[in-house]
């Protein structure tokens, strides 16, 4: 088998419909565009509304799937319900929830200001926590199974890494969130699983991880 045969069958998603956060670019907009071309719905969220709109755009045209921008800063946990409202109202039903919006930065943890420490934890872990607290409360309310949450992190998770402690810390507390929730909800028939990507030269990484000397 060639590495650049795709993995699964055609139309392996049909019928599905996925949430990924942070979908309008680099690994989020990738994994959007194969899950369009398997057949599933995908509702893309991020902060920047006009970034979505153009990828939903670009992406339907190249695989003629049906992707939807939703608008949403997963911060704030309001945000993240009227974000679910929105899908369930387009959709009727959600499948599965792909935690990928992340920031960060490379910086000496002691030059960082607790906003920036801050920053980097609410959208990574707080963030993370916001989605799958609220599609899991609508899952279990709604008696539907057979559902996945899907978290990404990194190798540091298990290492930690120096300057990027923010980053770090917040990554191994999804890792953790992810070990937890995949026995304690096992019960509803939810499937966590979490992936630790090595790097990848997206823009959003390369602009701020990259050293410049
Ligand atoms: C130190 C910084 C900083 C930097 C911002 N801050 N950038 N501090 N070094 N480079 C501080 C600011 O001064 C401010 O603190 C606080 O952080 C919040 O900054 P804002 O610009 O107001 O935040 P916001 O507009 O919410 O933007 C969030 C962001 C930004 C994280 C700062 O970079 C962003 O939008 N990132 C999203 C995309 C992203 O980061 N992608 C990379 C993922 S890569 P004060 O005290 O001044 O108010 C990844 C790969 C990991 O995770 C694995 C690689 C192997
Ligand atoms: P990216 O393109 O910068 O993706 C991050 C996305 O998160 C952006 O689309 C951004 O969109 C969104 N986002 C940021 N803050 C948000 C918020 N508050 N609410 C909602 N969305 C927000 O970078 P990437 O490299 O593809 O990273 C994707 C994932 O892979 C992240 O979880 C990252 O930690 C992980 N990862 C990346 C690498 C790598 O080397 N690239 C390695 C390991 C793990 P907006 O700015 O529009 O909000």
């Known amino acids: 088998m060639k590495f650049t045969n795709k993995m699964l069958r055609d139309n392996a998603l049909n019928g599905k419909t996925i949430v990924v956060t942070g979908g309008g670019s680099g690994l989020g907009k990738a994994m959007t565009k194969y899950f369009l071309e398997l057949g599933a ?70 030059r960082l200001s607790a906003n920036a420490f801050d920053t980097i934890i609410d959208i990574v872990l707080k963030g993370t926590k916001n989605c799958t607290l609220a599609f899991g409360k609508h899952w279990i309310n709604t008696k539907q199974t057979n559902t996945v949450v899907l978290n990404i992190v990194t190798t540091y998770a298990w290492t930690g890494s120096g300057y990027v402690v923010p980053s770090a810390t917040a990554k191994a507390g999804v890792l953790a969130l992810t070990r937890s929730l995949a026995v304690e909800w096992a019960k509803y028939s939810m499937r966590f699983n979490a992936i630790a990507p090595g790097p990848f030269p997206t823009k959003g990484a390369w602009n701020r991880l990259a050293w410049k000397s």
């Open 41 to 110: 719905n995908v509702v893309i969220t991020s902060r920047n509304l006009e970034k979505l709109e153009a990828t939903a755009s670009q992406l339907e045209a190249e695989t003629g799937g049906k992707c939807l921008p939703v608008q949403c800063d997963v911060r704030h946990y309001n945000q993240v319900e009227s974000m679910l409202e929105t899908v369930i109202t387009n959709f009727g039903k959600v499948d599965t929830l792909l935690n990928n919006a992340a920031g960060n930065f490379i910086s000496p943890t002691e």
